[in-house]
């Protein structure tokens, strides 16, 4: 077989693998199911093979699945990255800076603010680059990566943008209920965010961290993609694991409130990185200094690692 198959039955199948499943595969594509169902089947006998074990449910990627699953990411990235050093040698340096970071970050944080940025510095264009990596790449033509983990790595310069705060938050009106039912986190259905990163913090980390009892969490909502997990919690769906990053706002504004269970402090930090190939390194910075002091001014005050803010509910049967 010499023919490539066609480029959109490629995407339609790596976001089946990456949403979990055809069903939510076609609500990202904003396509039927039985059109994600039709290019799934039209990659195969493009292929001559079958790419999922649909014995279980939902189907898995069988082995020839995960072959081709690893050379499409992977020629991806070379594409991505060729596409970005090619705009980065026809476009000019000056006022313009790229920021790479997770939908996350950029939805609830970094968008948010820009807005008083450019209030600030009118002159300045800050395009936002989003990634499904809590550690962003950083290809030609990408300035600032925001990154969370150790700050240990070596294509940049490291600052440190603010610690992570992380408890567990849910919608005023199931707050409320739970109250009055005297219902526990046990039985209460739990937000899971399935994300392959390393330094993401599940409902089971947080658990261990905490001393907290898993009871319940095999249960519950489960995204991949914290987005759509904020607004399932936002919706009063259940309870979420809240990060100050991402739901530090919602917290502020009433829209989120912690149900009294320890905040946890993880290890790893956010920390910015400007990359040693960004042409725009002067304005880069000013970017990231306004970033800094943006962050510095909202820091709240400390809340010692597994005490509570409120002590209305607890893990206990």
Request: with cysteine.
């Amino acid at each position: 077989m010499n023919r490539l198959p066609p480029l959109r039955l490629l995407h339609v199948f790596e976001t089946v693998h990456s949403a979990g499943s055809a069903k939510r595969a076609a609500g990202e594509l904003n396509v039927s199911l039985s059109a994600v169902s039709q290019a799934l089947r039209q990659l195969e006998e493009h292929i001559g093979t079958s790419l999922f074990d649909r014995s279980t449910r939902p189907a898995r990627l069988n082995e020839a699945g995960e072959i081709l699953l690893k050379a499409v990411i992977e020629n991806r990235d070379r594409l991505t990255e060729a596409l970005s050093e090619i705009q980065a040698l026809t476009t000019q340096s000056g006022a313009s800076v790229t920021v790479a970071c997770t939908v996350g970050f950029a939805t609830y944080w970094l968008m948010p603010r820009l807005e008083a940025f450019y209030l600030d510095h009118p002159d300045i264009a800050v395009n936002v680059q989003t990634t499904p990596q809590e550690v962003p790449h950083m290809p030609a033509g990408t300035d600032i990566a925001m990154r969370f983990g150790d700050g240990r790595w070596n294509d940049g310069d490291m600052q440190h943008l603010f610690d992570e705060i992380i408890e567990p938050v849910c919608a005023p009106v199931l707050a409320e209920r739970l109250r009055k039912e005297d219902r526990n986190l046990a039985s209460a259905q739990l937000i899971h965010v399935e994300f392959p990163d390393p330094n993401w913090v599940t409902w089971s980390d947080y658990f261990v961290q905490t001393g907290q009892k898993p009871a319940g969490t095999s249960k519950g909502l489960k995204f991949s993609n914290y987005v759509q997990a904020a607004q399932a919690a936002l919706s009063g769906h259940g309870i979420m694991l809240g990060w100050r990053s991402t739901n530090g706002d919602h917290v502020q504004k009433g829209l989120l409130v912690p149900i009294g269970l320890p905040v946890m402090r993880p290890k790893s930090r956010f920390y910015i990185t400007l990359s040693h190939r960004s042409r725009n390194v002067e304005t880069a910075q000013v970017v990231i200094d306004w970033m800094r002091m943006t962050a510095q001014s909202e820091t709240p005050e400390p809340v010692p690692e597994n005490s509570t803010r409120f002590r209305n509910y607890t893990t206990d049967s």
